[in-house]
C-alpha cells in the first residue's frame, strides 16, 4: 500500500543532532520536520486502527514534511535553503505549535514548495509531448548556413523548438545516443550505402523542455496565472530571478530549455527518474537513475556522465542552461529522498481514470482532505 511504501522509506530524515547549518532558522526547522516525521511514523505504526482515507493523508503529510526537511538540506543554492528556513521559521511563530497541530503546520508549508517548486518539473497527466508531424526530408539537407539561420532563429512554438534541439543535438538521444530513425532512413544511409548504422538503437526523437510550458503557456484563468505567478517567485526567491524574464512567452522554448530524448527518457525525464548532476566540469553531468541499476543502465545503453558541446555551429548559449539541469536535478533528488512517487503515481492514476481537466480540482480535493484527517 501507499501509506506503508512510505511508512519505511529508506529516506527518512536523520537526527537533528547530525544536522548543521550556519542558518539557525534552518536548524530549527528541520528540527520541527523531524519531530513532524516522527509523529506521522507513531500514528501510522502505533497499533490504532486508522480507516485507509486516514492513512492515505497521513502518509502524504510524510511526503510533504519530508519535502520542506529535504529542501533545507539540498535546495538549489544556500539562498534557497535559509529562504525557506527563514520563511517557514516566520510562519511557524504565527502560530502556537503542539503536539497536536505540530504535523498539519509542517505540512502545509511543505505543500507549497509541493505544489510551486517540485510540480514545476513534475508532470503529471497526458504528458508533455505534443501531437506533431516529424520532419520532412529537406529538413535533414540543409546546408551550413542554414543551419546556423536555423540554430540561432527564435523558435516561438513546440514544433519549431524541435527542429532546432534536433539539429543541435545531431538527432540522437542525449542519453543513450538513439537516432532518429526518419533522419536515419533520408540522410545518413543515404550518405553511407552498405554501412550499418552508427548507433545501437534507431526510433522517434521528442523534445523535451527542462522547465515545462505548463506554467507559462495556456494560463486561461485567474488561478491557474496566480498558480505561475507564485512558482516564478518563488524560483525568484531562489535566486533565480532572471528565469521570468528568460522564459516569459515564446521564451519557454529557447534552445537552452530543452533536450532530445527517445520516448521512454522523454517520459523518465517528466517522471523524474532521470535527472543530471552538475559536475566540477562545465557542461559535464553525471547521470542519475534512481530507478535503475547499473545493469540496467548497461542494458539500455545509458552511461554515468554526458558532456555538452559547444561544435560546429552549437554555440556555449545553445547547450542545455546548468542553471536549468541543477533547478530540475534539485527538485528531482528532493522528490525522490521524500517518497514523493507513490504520491505522483497516485495522482498518475487518479487522472487515467477520470480524464482532462480534473487534476486541478483533484489536488485542491487531496489537500482539503488532508487537512480534515491528518490528525485523525
Not at 538521444?173 to 553511407?192: A, F
Not at 491557474?224 to 533565480?240: E, H, M, P, Q
Amino acid at each position: 500500500m501507499f501509506a506503508d511504501t512510505l511508512s519505511s522509506s529508506p529516506f527518512g530524515l536523520g537526527h537533528p543532532e547530525h544536522f548543521a547549518h550556519a542558518n539557525p532558522n534552518v536548524i530549527s526547522v528541520y528540527g520541527d520536520c523531524y519531530k513532524a516525521q516522527e509523529k506521522i511514523l507513531r500514528d501510522l505504526n502505533g497499533g490504532m486502527p486508522l480507516t485507509q482515507s486516514t492513512k492515505k493523508a497521513l502518509a502524504i503529510s510524510l511526503v510533504y514534511v519530508r519535502i520542506l526537511a529535504y529542501l533545507l538540506l539540498y535546495g538549489p543554492m544556500q539562498m534557497a535553503q535559509e529562504r525557506v528556513g527563514n520563511d517557514a521559521a516566520r510562519s511557524l511563530a504565527n502560530v502556537t505549535i503542539t503536539e497536536d497541530n505540530l504535523v498539519e503546520e509542517i505540512a502545509k508549508l511543505g505543500s507549497f514548495y509541493e505544489a510551486n517548486f517540485i510540480r514545476i518539473f513534475r508532470d503529471v497527466g497526458k504528458g508533455r509531448t505534443p501531437t506533431h508531424s516529424h520532419p520532412s526530408r529537406p529538413s535533414f539537407d540543409l546546408s551550413r548556413e542554414e543551419r546556423a539561420q536555423l540554430l540561432l532563429a527564435p523558435a516561438s512554438s513546440y514544433s519549431d523548438l524541435r527542429k532546432k534541439v534536433l539539429l543541435r543535438d545531431d538527432y540522437r538521444d542525449v542519453l543513450t545516443g538513439e537516432m532518429h530513425e526518419p533522419y536515419y532512413r533520408n540522410k545518413w544511409k543515404p550518405e553511407h550505402p552498405g554501412q550499418p548504422p552508427p548507433v545501437r538503437n534507431l526510433g522517434r526523437l521528442y523534445c523535451c523542455h527542462i522547465i515545462t510550458q505548463s506554467f507559462n503557456t495556456n494560463l486561461t484563468d485567474n488561478k491557474k496565472r496566480t498558480s505561475a505567478a507564485t512558482a516564478w517567485n518563488v524560483l525568484a526567491s531562489f535566486g533565480y530571478d532572471s528565469l521570468l524574464t528568460e522564459l516569459n512567452g515564446d521564451g519557454v522554448h529557447r534552445l537552452s530549455n530543452a533536450l532530445t530524448f527517445a520516448d521512454t527518457n522523454h517520459k523518465r525525464f517528466d517522471a523524474m527518474e532521470v535527472w543530471f548532476e552538475k559536475t566540477a566540469i562545465k557542461h559535464r553531468y553525471k547521470i542519475v537513475t534512481p530507478m535503475l541499476d547499473s545493469q540496467d543502465r548497461e542494458h539500455f545503453g545509458m552511461p554515468e556522465f554526458v558532456t555538452f558541446k559547444a561544435e560546429g555551429d552549437v554555440t556555449e548559449s545553445m547547450l542545455p542552461d546548468p542553471d536549468y539541469l541543477h533547478l530540475h536535478a534539485c527538485a528531482c533528488k528532493i522528490a525522490h529522498m521524500a517518497g514523493a512517487s507513490g504520491y505522483y503515481d497516485m495522482l498518475q492514476e487518479f487522472f487515467d481514470e477520470n480524464g482532462d481537466g480534473t487534476l486541478d480540482g483533484f489536488y485542491d480535493a487531496l489537500n482539503m482532505r488532508l487537512q480534515d484527517v491528518v490528525l485523525l
